[in-house]
């Protein structure tokens, strides 16, 4: 079965630093990729997603993610953190049209 | 515009009761699926739908029940013989061949009291 790991539950960044969100996944089968991010009492909205082709993926509010299928990774990183970034962020990952979740990682952005 | 609603954003529940969340999309997207999130946990599946009239469990089914007779609606309903029900809920769907893409409504908050 498919599982999604993020490392760090809660990340902590200072305004305009780098943002670094860690995903793996277990699949010997590279799935569909996924980003999303929840703000507080609220649904999940889609960051970004990997299908195929580049493996180097552009989302909203300037956050990027890799895909690395040596590493079987899909890491979420933004050049210079916001304030307006703090909020949780989920990896999942899927095939077929069912989607497994990572648990999640809150992160705080501090002045 | 298109989305999906969910309806009531909270609710609270008095213990023995069966309480049904609302969900509703306008996107003409086949599959359906409610999630349960609990802190710390992620979002895990309670139920599925890919078509009308067909629903698949998903990890956490027990003390659920789900319906779908229209392509719009996927309500779920909450029994009595689920004993933790307090958590978020979170209804989701996909378009087949969409690049799997799923899409959330905003979400209930259901309190059992």
């Known amino acids: 079965a498919q599982s999604v790991t993020q490392l760090g539950s809660h990340v902590s960044v200072s305004e305009g630093a780098l943002v670094l969100l860690r995903c793996n996944y277990s699949?010997?089968?590279?799935?569909?990729l996924f980003w999303y991010v929840q703000y507080p009492n609220q649904g999940l909205q889609l960051l970004l997603k990997?299908?195929?082709?580049?493996?180097l993926v552009k989302g909203i509010n300037g956050f990027e993610a890799e895909f690395k299928k040596s590493e079987t990774s899909f890491h979420l990183t933004k050049p210079s953190a916001h304030m307006s970034d703090a909020a949780e962020y989920f990896c999942a990952a899927g095939g077929g049209n069912k989607l497994t979740f990572g648990t999640g990682t809150q992160l705080k952005v501090e002045l | 515009d298109g989305g999906i609603t969910q309806s009531p954003k909270y609710l609270f529940r008095k213990e023995g009761q069966n309480v049904t969340l609302s969900c509703e999309q306008n996107l003409n997207h086949d599959a359906m699926y409610w999630y349960r999130q609990d802190p710390g946990q992620g979002l895990r599946l309670i139920y599925y739908s890919q078509i009308v009239n067909d629903f698949q469990k998903g990890d956490i089914a027990e003390g659920y029940s789900v319906s779908r007779e229209k392509k719009e609606s996927f309500p779920l309903t909450v029994t009595s013989a689920q004993k933790n029900p307090t958590a978020f809920y979170l209804c989701a769907s996909i378009a087949v061949g969409s690049g799997n893409t799923i899409y959330f409504g905003e979400g209930s908050w259901l309190t059992v009291v």
């Open positions: 990997y299908t195929t082709g580049a493996t």
């Open positions: 699949s010997s089968v590279p799935p569909y």
